[in-house]
């Protein structure tokens, strides 16, 4: 709380429940425990981005006014998690019975003799555990990404929880794989040991063929297509 002589400013921060692609609103509480009629006029430092309402306006004595912040529909979230927005929040004494159309810029002019008091106030982004940001305008991340936490920092339980999860999920599926993987490297084991003894037999046959002087038999024939096949086989699995 920020205490004036003319307005008591329920909170110097401005929090916004942050969320993407949504205005959000916040209020603050200005409250005049004077006998004085006090006017007030909010300012700041990003016009475009907020809707202030009332931004000026008069405190009666003893009472207290609400003045609604409005921030526009954000595309992305500041890689800092952090703004830097600012405002300022001007009061003055006022002449009893004024109301809002009473209200000047010269009234806030301190160059003309006015006594005028000043309140900065600065903008925090706050983050639920059910909104948390996403960066591209994406709403749903990975699950290995975690979740983030309202000061900006991993939440390390539920990183810890979605790492098992992935690790469970490998491990059940891991001897379907295995058992698959063991069955593979035996056919091609069999298949390169039955491609070696062919080329035994069809170097066995070409050397009895050669001694005889006749040309290759039918069997040979045979034998040569049954090498190609296996080879081709061998290579296609490998």
Do not use: W
């Not at 920020?2 to 909170?11: A, I, P, Q, R, Y």
């Not at 969320?19 to 004085?36: A, P, V």
């Not at 600065?122 to 000061?151: C, K, L």
């Not at 056919?187 to 062919?198: F, R, S, T, Y």
């Amino acid at each position: 709380m920020s205490t004036g002589e003319l307005l008591n400013v329920d909170s110097v921060e401005l929090k916004f429940p942050f969320e993407l692609k949504k205005q959000i609103s916040c209020s603050l509480q200005l409250s005049n425990k004077t006998d004085d009629y006090v006017a007030f006029k909010v300012k700041t430092t990003n016009p475009k981005k907020y809707c202030v309402r009332p931004n000026t306006g008069i405190v009666l004595p003893i009472s207290t006014c609400e003045v609604i912040v409005t921030m526009q529909a954000q595309k992305e979230v500041p890689a800092d998690m952090q703004c830097k927005d600012k405002f300022l929040l001007q009061t003055v004494k006022a002449p009893d019975g004024a109301t809002p159309k009473d209200i000047t810029a010269e009234m806030f002019n301190r160059e003309a003799g006015n006594v005028v008091e000043e309140c900065k106030l600065r903008v925090v982004y706050v983050f639920s555990s059910q909104h948390t940001p996403a960066h591209d305008g994406s709403e749903v991340g990975s699950s290995m990404r975690g979740a983030v936490s309202d000061n900006g920092q991993a939440n390390a339980t539920e990183f810890v929880m979605a790492a098992r999860t992935f690790t469970d999920d490998v491990q059940d599926k891991s001897p379907e794989a295995k058992t698959l993987i063991t069955k593979l490297t035996e056919e091609k084991n069999k298949a390169i040991q039955q491609n070696n003894k062919l080329r035994k037999e069809l170097e066995l046959l070409k050397r009895e063929t050669s001694k005889g002087g006749g040309g290759l038999s039918f069997m040979l024939v045979v034998l040569i297509g049954l090498v190609g096949l296996i080879a081709g086989y061998v290579m296609k699995r490998s």
